[in-house]
């Protein structure tokens, strides 16, 4: 995988990977791990919510997309500046529109879509204490999910398999 030229100008790291995803399906655990491995910086999109968006949450309302625009435009001001390489962002991603947003000016970046059934979400769900993100969410984001589409550079990965396994597989895939 080779940094496109646009998105080096100005920045010396290579083509952001971005986990997407539903909450719960690892995204953060898997991309901490998958930066480690991989010798680069981890972003996660958690920590970029604003309070307003982790209230609204906490409060078992679903943001929208007026919510998660700004959002989004954080995370990209966030791997712009960032100058290690590579990348790896973990952010929902959950449609094709916050997709396009994310790679905007970043034509190389791909997405590694962590997937899973609801049930196996779920059961993750619950037995995690999230400082935002409670389980009756689960539902809506399932809801506005938009699976990949085949021009779209993605990765796809079953989350039932173990952790490990997962970044070594993807650390393989993301080095051809």
């Not at 083509?15 to 996660?44: E, T």
């Not at 007026?66 to 966030?78: A, C, S, T, V, Y």
């Not at 990765?155 to 173990?162: D, F, H, P, Q, Y």
Request: aromatic content about 6%.
């Amino acid at each position: 995988m080779k940094p496109s030229d646009d998105f080096n100008k100005g920045r010396s790291g290579a083509s952001p990977i971005y986990l997407m995803g539903v909450s719960g399906c690892g995204k953060s655990v898997i991309g901490n791990l998958l930066a480690k491995a991989l010798g680069g910086v981890f972003i996660d999109g958690d920590d970029l919510h604003p309070v307003a968006n982790k209230e609204k949450m906490r409060a078992g309302i679903a943001l929208d997309d007026e919510d998660r625009l700004p959002w989004f435009e954080l995370i990209r001001q966030q791997v712009r500046r960032t100058e290690s390489a590579p990348v790896v962002v973990a952010c929902s991603g959950l449609k094709r529109m916050y997709r396009d947003l994310l790679i905007a000016g970043f034509p190389s970046a791909v997405f590694v879509h962590l997937e899973g059934d609801f049930d196996l979400i779920l059961n993750r769900m619950q037995k995690r204490d999230h400082e935002y993100m409670p389980p009756d969410l689960l539902r809506s984001q399932f809801d506005i999910l938009e699976l990949p589409e085949s021009d779209e550079s993605v990765i796809t990965v079953n989350i039932e398999s173990s952790i490990r396994s997962i970044v070594d597989r993807l650390r393989d895939q993301l080095a051809e």
